[in-house]
């Protein structure tokens, strides 16, 4: 059986997600056997390739890059997981739509920041979109993970179910803030 084109890519995440994709441990080494890792944090790769089978997306779209990401993820993936309540709601990334963008920046680098206080980064830092969103409401997203971040079983067994083809019940394994 030809090897499923994996890619795992976060936005605005705290990569608590991706760090619980690696507390499946030695079930890592099964899921190895299956896939091919053709992007990914893991494995450092700079742009994101065509003809990926399965995209697992962490994080809300906060910023102009995050953005141009997803939709090139959408345009080069026959599926894509949402995966972790940033991804699926906006989640913690989200709160920021409570005080706007800013506000937040305001707070950040205004009154917050130990040094340079009051120099905002212009070219280091991607342009912050007026509103963070779910992915679900920037494109069409095949499967929902969700789990702040979702447990390692969860991960594992929906991961198993869509390399084989078979069907899942996420609400086994997580729920929401998980
Ligand atoms: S869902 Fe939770 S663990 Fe995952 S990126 Fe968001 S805050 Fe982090």
Known sequence: MAKIRLATVWLDGCSGCHMS????DERLIEIASKVEVVCSPYVD???FPENVDLAIVEGAVSSEEDLEKLLKIRKN???????????VTGNVS???NLVGVEASL???YDELSDNNKGVRPSRE???QLERVSAQHERVFIDCFL????PPADAIYNILSSLIEGKEYDIFNHTRFGK
Request: charged fraction near 25%; include cysteine; charge should be positive.
């Open 21 to 24: 994709f690696l507390d499946m």
């Open 45 to 47: 790769t700079k742009e």
């Open 77 to 87: 993936s026959k599926m894509v997981l949402a995966l972790g309540d940033c991804g």
């Open 94 to 96: 989200a709160m920021r």
């Open 106 to 108: 305001k707070c950040a």
């Open 125 to 127: 830092t991607p342009k």
């Open 146 to 149: 969700p789990g702040c971040p």
